[in-house]
């Protein structure tokens, strides 16, 4: 499976089907709990959005989970982490297969995450920009007893704005300097990749939060590549001016969010080094997974809370983590 293109830069097929799921079921797909299932791999930082969101909103009951494996091939991401490799509720074996039944010419990619309607084996949406919104917005009676407003209306503009800057310049850039197929589009991305977590820096200085006193959309976004930088992207991407580590205004902010919960619960470190490492062969073509870095600083105090603000506002923190969805022991420092 190759990612890179030799002699230029690396583009993002971003062709992705936008139908979506919602309280009128204008669509077609309206609200419905139990109906759907969110196939995520833990690997994926647009799939990890979709889970901090559900389990920030306690939508756990409402829209089930499917967990893929963290190695994929040419065929798409498999559920082998299941008794038999098959998923116990859609049946399949492979994602791939609810995008087919969708399509039977879909020649897009296969991605996570993937809301697929349960009745019919398709997949609904695999927007994943949409998806973590419509949680916010669409699936409200849902939502638990204290769950926080991540997308509040007063505040959208300026998520938005915050958003609109940080998927090409930090989320998707991380990407385009991995996976660069000339030193020219290394070069730009880098550059531009670290401009705007020194912005991001100044902006988190005396801020808590990215917008406003809570944590909002604008957070989970940013938090699922701050989460992997120093795992992934700073050595198998190049992403290597600092590590996060190095950069104490946004290592103390990351610190923060993986120690709320929600957070750091959604997150297996060994999910993540297995899936970059082992599936970009044309960047990695040992397939050696790196033993570090070592996980136990995201633990360490972070001092964030003397900028004041409130996690989840008016809301309340989750629950413990529901029965069959906690990382596993030692993919993760919150659990020993």
Known sequence: MSYVSPGKGYSRDSRYITTRITADGRDGYPVEPGRYRLVVSRACPWASRAVIVRRLLGLEQALPMAVAGPVHDDRSWSFDLEPGGRDPVLGIERLQEAYLARDPGY???ITVPAIVDVPSGKVVTNDFPRITLDMSLEWTPYHRPGAPTLYPPALRPHIDAVNEVVYPDVNNAVYQAG??????AYAEAYARLFAR????TVRLERSRYLVGDTITEADVRLFTTLVRFDAVYHGHFKCNRHKLTELPVLWAYARDLFQTPGFGDTVDFDHIKRHYYLVHTDINPT???????????WLAPHGRAALGGRPFGAGTAPGPVAPGEAVPAGHTPLVA
Request: no cysteine; aromatic share 8%; proline share 8%.
């Open 107 to 109: 020649d897009r990619g």
């Open 287 to 297: 397939g050696i997974v790196p033993a570090g870095p070592d996980l136990a600083g």
């Open 179 to 184: 996976f660069a197929g000339s030193q020219e």
């Open 197 to 200: 977590l020194d912005w991001l």
